[in-house]
């Protein structure tokens, strides 16, 4: 397994941005398929973005289309995640999570290694 540790997270105002980083170890990293998650209190943990091995190939959740953009440096085993346009809605603890197999990728139970998270704050 790979280890993961976010960083970046913080409190903005809606509008704003913030961009979140995920350093990985190992030298393996390329192998794996990189996810970002969110947890809001009370709420399931839900996907926000995910991308491929070699990030060519990028997805998704429609709440944050247009406004995050998921990419990786496999030089440096880092994962990023750009947001942009910030909304109240987005408060939530960011996950990053790791994956080597090509399946569902918005499903948390597919992936094999998780981050213990960073806090993201958006005030209205």
């Known amino acids: 397994q790979v280890q993961l540790v976010e960083s970046g997270g913080g409190l903005v105002q809606a509008g704003g941005s913030l961009r979140l980083s995920c350093a990985a170890s190992g030298r393996t990293f390329s192998r794996y398929i990189m996810g970002w998650f969110r947890q809001a209190p009370g709420q399931e943990r839900e996907f926000v973005a995910g991308?491929?091995?070699?990030?060519?190939?990028?997805a998704y959740a429609d709440s944050v289309k247009g406004r995050f953009t998921i990419s990786r440096d496999n030089a440096l085993n880092t994962v990023y995640l750009q947001m942009i346009s910030l909304k109240p809605e987005d408060t939530a603890v960011y996950y990053c999570?790791?994956?080597?197999?090509?399946?569902?990728?918005?499903?948390?139970?597919?992936?094999?290694?998780w981050g213990k998270g960073t806090q993201v704050t958006v005030s209205s």
């Open positions: 999570a790791a994956k080597l197999l090509t399946t569902d990728w918005g499903l948390p139970s597919e992936y094999d290694s």
């Open positions: 991308i491929g091995r070699i990030g060519g190939i990028t």
